[in-house]
């Protein structure tokens, strides 16, 4: 049985930022010059990106961490670092990324469905750079003797799943002889017996034929009800919705119970349709099997005008025989070539998800809360916030005082006080503990620089 999912999980960990340099210009017979510390690099990100290239996820099956380049530090004389590089993670087309929770390790939200040829994903940022002390500067203090440190990357676990991704998908009710087909096809070898649902899961199988090369899968029949959840096939018309081509598959007998087969391709069709509209648009064409059967001619040339009348192409071969076999298998593949090109045309692998996780990103990072841990301790809670703290020296007063005056500005002392803290209670964010000294302590500058890295 051919594989059918591949899952992993892996730990994602971008560049740490590059510290800001505090530095002030030295010139010959000057004292003093103003200040020229160069901003610190951004870290590198950790990206995902699906590959045509790429089969199977065995890359991480046995290497677990990775981590993105750090930036470097700012220098004087107003030379910014270097940018830590994008480290990419390449994965198969088919590949569905989610992020786990960091404490119960469970999924908690899909990131990306990468069913795209170089469709990518940021899965883990880097830090931002600290600042220079040049960005310090207000009427009142010229000489910021001050930088911001860099933001130290943070770390999480992802899980990759490679689903299921034919180029085509053999449809039809139960005992059409799917299996059959997919194993005159291709080297894949599904069981096959006379009973319904003797496939239990998708099989894959490559199949060669002229100069094309496609995947096809065998999938479980689908029988009415299917798309309101009756038989097996519910769960895997799912996944025929990934693939680009139907091969619609009738038993041209009308099996043992003597169905009639226009009947049981109009079923199929509606399922489809039910199931997902697009479904009935999708690229499809029809394959009468067991055409070995004598007596099968007219019913051949009834499905036949039915078919064509829906603008579907008509093959009627016999998986028992191999009759009709090469025909098909050519013409798939041609049609599957045409598929690839017009998917390929129309869809520029977007950056429509790192868009997404950029503008999550964000509102993440704007949004803080104030607990109350115990009678006068008070935890600020939020990125953007504890990012500011992290980046901050604590060696140096000035920028313990930028910082102090930064929390004001973006609200937080105005929420601790709503919450209830006064002068004196303690105020704790990410590992680092203040005394709170209230609010009217310090007059805002206006052109105080706040978090503008990003912009
Ligand atoms: N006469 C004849 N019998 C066939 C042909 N193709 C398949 N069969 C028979 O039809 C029965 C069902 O074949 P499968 O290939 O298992 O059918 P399936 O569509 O995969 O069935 P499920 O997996 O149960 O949905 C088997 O007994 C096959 O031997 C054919 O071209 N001619
Ligand atoms: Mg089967």
């Known amino acids: 049985m051919s594989q059918f999912t591949d899952i992993c999980r892996i730990n994602v960990k971008g560049g740490d930022g590059g510290a800001g340099c505090m530095s002030f210009r030295r010139e010959a017979y000057v004292p003093k010059g103003g200040p020229d510390g160069g901003d610190g690099g951004r870290g590198g990100n950790v990206v995902i990106q699906a590959s045509s290239q790429l089969s199977s996820l065995i890359d991480y099956r046995f290497k677990h961490h990775f981590r993105a380049e750090r930036g470097t530090h700012g220098q004087g ?105 997919i194993a005159r096809m291709s080297a894949a070898r599904p069981k096959i017996a006379d009973y319904p649902f003797t496939t239990l899961v998708p099989n894959l199988g490559m199949v060669r034929a002229g100069d094309y090369s496609y995947v096809v899968a065998d ?112 013409a798939c593949g041609k049609r599957v070539a045409e598929l690839r090109r017009e998917l390929a045309e129309d869809q520029e692998p977007s950056d429509l998800y790192d868009e997404q996780w950029e503008r999550r990103r964000r509102e993440r990072d704007r949004a803080f809360t104030v607990v109350c841990e115990s009678t006068g301790i008070w935890r600020v809670i939020g990125r953007g916030v504890e990012r500011l703290c992290v980046k901050t020296d604590w060696e140096n007063e000035e920028a313990v005082i930028y910082f ?52």
Request: charged share 25%; glycine share 12%.
């Open 77 to 181: 004389s107003r030379r910014d670092g270097k940018s830590g590089e994008d480290l990419i993670l390449k994965v198969p087309m088919g590949t569905v990324v989610r992020e786990l929770d960091p404490d119960t390790q469970e999924v908690a939200y899909e990131i990306a469905d990468l069913t795209h040829d170089g469709e990518r994903v940021i899965v883990a940022p880097g830090g931002t750079g600290g600042r220079g002390n040049t960005h310090f500067v207000t009427p009142t203090r010229r000489a910021p003797a001050f930088a911001e440190k860099g933001e130290p990357a943070e770390e999480h676990w992802i899980e990759l799943e490679m689903k299921l991704m034919a180029d085509a998908a053999l449809v039809g009710m139960p005992s059409v002889g799917k299996s059959s087909l």
């Open 219 to 330: 999938v479980p029949g689908l029988i009415e009800g299917a798309s309101s959840g009756r038989g097996l096939g519910h769960q895997f018309l799912r996944h025929i919705e990934r693939t680009a081509l139907i091969m619609h598959v009738v038993d041209i007998t009308g099996g043992f119970e003597g169905r009639d087969p226009i009947e049981d391709y109009r079923i199929i069709n509606q399922e489809l349709a039910a199931y997902a509209s697009e479904l009935a648009d999708r690229p499809q064409i029809v394959v009468a099997n067991k055409c070995d059967v004598s007596g099968m001619t007219e019913r051949v040339a009834a499905l036949k005008e039915v078919a064509i009348a829906d603008g579907h192409e008509f093959f009627a071969v016999s998986a028992l025989t191999g009759a009709g076999m090469q025909t098909l298998m050519l």
């Open 404 to 455: 102090q005056r930064a929390l004001g500005k973006i609200g937080v002392d105005a929420a601790l006080e709503e919450a209830g803290c006064v002068a004196g209670d303690e105020v704790r964010i990410a590992g680092y503990s203040f005394a709170y000294e209230g609010a009217e302590e310090y007059g805002y500058e206006e052109d105080l620089p706040i978090e503008d890295e990003e912009a």
